[in-house]
């Protein structure tokens, strides 16, 4: 039998966390029809950013990474509080991953991966998505990375 969502979770040592709140005006989710569509996740761990910065800079590209997998696990926090149970996803469409890096850092594709890769470990085939991947010059809190994703649901 293939494994839930929830249990691939745990079985890589993870624990969904509570949902982040909205930093400003904004909801974490909205459902609109068969798609969660999730605001941008900041890689916040009880409520802290664990490093800040700009990738290049303050922030190698390997922390952010895991930066980038935390933004996913936490972005996945919000779909299941939406939905309630993460095997009713059927796909995750798209991400879109911010990286806040010095104007000379062109690694924000492999930044993005660490949240990639987690999604794909997750959901498995469900979890192949579309991506973009943007350098930018600041976030919020002074985050190195933020993500947001569109996820489709039963």
């Not at 982040?20 to 605001?39: E, F, I, K, N, Q």
């Not at 991400?95 to 498995?124: E, K, M, W, Y």
């Amino acid at each position: 039998m293939t494994a839930t969502p929830e249990e691939r979770v745990a079985e890589l040592g993870l624990t969904l966390p509570d949902v982040v709140p909205p930093l400003a005006s904004y909801t974490p989710t909205v459902r609109s029809g068969d798609h969660v569509y999730v605001s941008g996740q900041l890689p916040l761990v009880d409520g802290e950013l664990p490093a800040t910065g700009k990738v290049g800079a303050e922030v190698t590209p390997e922390t952010a990474q895991e930066l980038a997998a935390r933004c996913a696990l936490n972005g996945i926090a919000a779909v299941r509080a939406e939905i309630g149970d993460l095997s009713r996803v059927v796909r995750v469409v798209k991400l879109t991953g911010f990286v806040a890096s010095t104007p000379d850092f062109t690694g924000q594709p492999g930044v993005i991966n660490g949240a990639s890769d987690l999604v794909g470990r997750i959901f498995g085939d469900a979890g192949v998505h579309a991506r973009s991947a943007v350098g930018v010059a600041a976030l919020p809190l002074d985050a190195p990375v933020e993500l947001d994703m569109i996820v489709e649901v039963r």
